[in-house]
């Protein structure tokens, strides 16, 4: 079962920032993503929406054999992964907002958090943010229309660039030192944030701790590939292959797939 590829879907093509740090970490693992953008946005659509969503990604991924299953979708994570782990007995990784290592190191007691309306709006996110932003400003924000423009391509637009501009003014505003990008597709517009924020606000997402968690759990329940040959990175998408293939590098094989 050990030589079987790591299952890996978001509602589109962000997740592929999880992908590039999984692949970093773990060189001889097989992976199977699913680029589900046909459904995208995930962020304003029910819970019961993104629950079946994430069902039907999910059954594909164990019907093409996959050992394990990172949900690398913020989105997903949060209003789904409890019912994904009572339905499926395959062990699950998600992704939350790094708000912990944000709220544990501010120094000016301001942190800002980008995400999706439908993270933001979860009882996981919530339960989260209560437990460690005693005396600590939360600046809460909702990446509206950053992500259909990330599937369309456009991330360098200027359209991109006002929405920036007007996401990042509220942080400013409240003095924030951490920005948590809390959508697996945002880490495509770090080099843009970093133009529009003060040298002295740090960025954080939490890609490499997701392909650190996966690393644990494979080993934990003895799934580590250790054979080094001819590994396999598959991707799927139903939407917009040219755009998923313009993040990737070449040598991965991605393909239009109806699902
Ligand atoms: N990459 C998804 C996330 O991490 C985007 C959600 C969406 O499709 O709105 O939340």
Do not use: W
Not at 106 to 113: F, L, N, P, V, Y
Not at 184 to 203: R, S
Not at 218 to 228: S, V
């Amino acid at each position: 079962m050990s030589t079987q590829a790591i299952g890996i879907f978001d509602s589109g093509i962000g997740g592929t920032s999880i992908f590039k740090e999984i692949n970093a970490l773990l060189p001889h693992e097989h992976t199977m993503y699913l680029a589900d953008s046909k459904n995208a946005p995930y962020g304003n659509k029910s819970k019961d929406e993104i629950i079946a969503l994430s069902i039907k990604n999910t059954e594909l991924l164990l019907e093409k054999n996959c050992k394990i299953i990172v949900v690398a979708c913020n989105t997903a994570t949060t209003n789904a992964i409890k019912t994904l782990r009572e339905t499926f007995n395959v062990p699950f990784i998600g992704i939350e907002p790094a708000i912990k290592p944000a709220a544990l190191n501010t120094k000016t007691k301001a942190i800002g958090i980008l995400a999706t309306k439908g993270t933001l709006s979860s009882d996981l996110f919530h339960k989260t943010t209560d437990l460690y932003s005693n005396g600590i400003t939360v600046i809460e924000q909702v990446g509206e229309g950053i992500v259909p423009l990330i599937e369309q391509g456009k991330t360098n637009s200027d359209a991109m660039k006002s929405l920036l501009h007007e996401y990042l003014k509220p942080m400013l505003k409240a003095n924030i030192d951490y920005l948590v990008l809390g959508c697996t597709h945002y880490p495509y517009l770090i080099p843009q944030l970093l133009e529009m924020l003060p040298k002295h606000v740090k960025i954080i997402d939490s890609g490499l701790a997701v392909a650190k968690q996966t690393k644990a759990v494979l080993r934990q329940h003895e799934l580590l590939n250790i054979t080094t040959q001819n590994t396999k990175n598959m991707f799927y998408s139903n939407g917009n292959v040219t755009v998923l293939k313009s993040i990737l590098e070449d040598k991965f094989t991605v393909k239009g797939l109806d699902f």
